[in-house]
């Protein structure tokens, strides 16, 4: 399995910007693609943005389009969640993920880190 690491959360108000990062070891991270999820207190997980393996395709949650991007780094193992206009209902635990396909469905992954916490004020 793969190793995830996330970091990078915070609190900020709405409208802000956070950058989120997820370094992953253990595995081959060209394989892989890498996704993040989130998810808000009573709720289901929820994909967020995913990324293909050398970053050629990416593919956003109509919620979050056009106010995040998702991008990796492969020399350093590492994906990328940047989070710009933020606004309260972004506020979730943020988890990444992996899997050899795209895949946004939550179940469909067995790897977890323990997930980054983004909190939005109005």
């Known amino acids: 399995q793969v190793q995830l690491v996330e970091s990078g959360g915070g609190l900020v108000q709405a409208g802000g910007s956070l950058r989120l990062s997820c370094a992953a070891s253990g595995r081959t991270f060209t394989n892989y693609y890498m996704a993040w999820f989130r998810q808000a207190p009573g709720k289901e997980r929820e994909f967020v943005a995913a990324i293909s393996r050398f970053g050629v395709s990416r593919y956003y949650a109509d919620s979050v389009k056009g106010r995040f991007t998702i991008s990796r780094d492969n020399a350093k193992s590492t994906v990328y969640l940047q989070m710009n206009s933020l606004k309260p209902e972004d506020t979730a635990i943020y988890y990444c993920?992996?899997?050899?396909?795209?895949?946004?469905?939550?179940?469909?992954?067995?790897?977890w880190g323990q997930g980054t916490q983004v909190t939005v004020s109005s």
């Open positions: 993920s992996a899997d050899r396909n795209y895949e946004p469905l939550a179940s469909k992954y067995d790897s």
